[in-house]
């Protein structure tokens, strides 16, 4: 099935992300177009032996479909054939407040990606983009109002954390450290609402993990889940959440907790070793803490 290219849509001008929650009104994101697994970068790919393109790029049209359904303006960054997991938009930038931080990409095979970011953010004259020295990707960083969590994973080092915590002076920055073979911080947890997460208890360490359940009120993912992006899923505000259609027991525990969950097919996608977060990168959200105080 041949799959028609996402079209872009007016751009906002501003930059502003202070949560994961707060109701996402701009996003940027890829086609699968080129997506394919050459050099096996994480655990999940190595499992897998191939994508079929057109099923994943319906998949990411079907996605991009029900994002635009509930008011966001999604914008598309063109996808380069030499580039295969450019469809992973979130983990090659990040916006922190009105700051754009471009990532500083790791493996060879992903960092081609960032150039791309650039020229696009240059078309729209955009000139507070923030970069890093050392290696870190968008995958590890959750912005939780006044606090970041880090994820320092075989993606993010220590030397990046610290360049990050001195562009950002005002907030605490926790770093969780992760355990071998996780990809990401956003594949093991991931921020609901001002009170709640969804997280994967033994990606972390002792220490870590108590600093997670003081925070938040914590929904547990299983082995399983976790293995096939459970825990990957994207709040769009409202306490809506986007959640892969196969995981019926993670979604019910979702909706027990008060959320409305908005199921996806992306069994194809997933097979990189991404799902919804790791596809969107943020540009707008709503800050929730301005919303509560005008009611």
């Not at 109002?145 to 220590?158: C, D, E, F, K, Q």
């Not at 997460?197 to 299983?222: H, K, M, S």
């Not at 919804?276 to 990168?281: K, S």
Request: glycine share 6%.
């Amino acid at each position: 099935m041949e799959v028609c290219p996402v079209k872009d849509t007016a751009a906002r001008t501003a930059f502003n992300c202070s949560t994961e929650y707060g109701q996402l009104l701009d996003v940027l994101v890829s086609e699968p177009r080129h997506m394919r697994i050459e050099a096996k970068i994480n655990e999940t790919q190595k499992h897998y032996e191939g994508i079929q393109t057109n099923v994943a790029l319906q998949q990411h049209r079907d996605f991009v479909h029900l994002l635009k359904e509930e008011g966001i303006t999604v914008h598309q960054l063109p996808s380069k054939s030499s580039l295969h997991e450019q469809v992973f938009t979130r983990d090659i930038g990040f916006v922190i407040d009105s700051h754009f931080y471009t990532s500083s990409m790791k493996e060879d095979v992903r960092k081609g990606e960032t150039s791309e970011l650039t020229a696009w953010m240059n078309s729209r004259d955009t000139n507070d983009i923030r970069t890093f020295h050392h290696p870190i990707e968008g995958g590890d960083v959750l912005v939780d109002a006044n606090t970041i969590w880090i994820g320092h994973s075989g993606r993010t080092s220590m030397e990046a954390v610290q360049e990050l915590k001195q562009q950002e002076p005002d907030r605490d920055v926790n770093v969780l450290s992760l355990a071998d073979g996780t990809l990401h911080l956003d594949c093991v947890l991931n921020i609901l609402d001002a009170h709640t997460a969804l997280a994967y208890p033994e990606a972390f360490t002792d220490e870590g993990w108590q600093l997670i359940q003081e925070r938040f009120e914590v929904i547990p993912a299983t082995k399983d889940e976790t293995f096939h992006m459970g825990p990957n899923v994207l709040s769009i505000g409202r306490n809506k959440v986007i959640s892969l259609s196969r995981h019926t027991r993670l979604n019910e525990s979702l909706e027990k907790k008060g959320f409305e969950v908005l199921p996806v097919d992306f069994s194809e996608i997933i097979k990189s070793g991404g799902a919804f977060r790791c596809c969107t990168l943020p540009l707008y959200r709503e800050d929730p803490r301005d919303t509560a105080a005008q009611l």
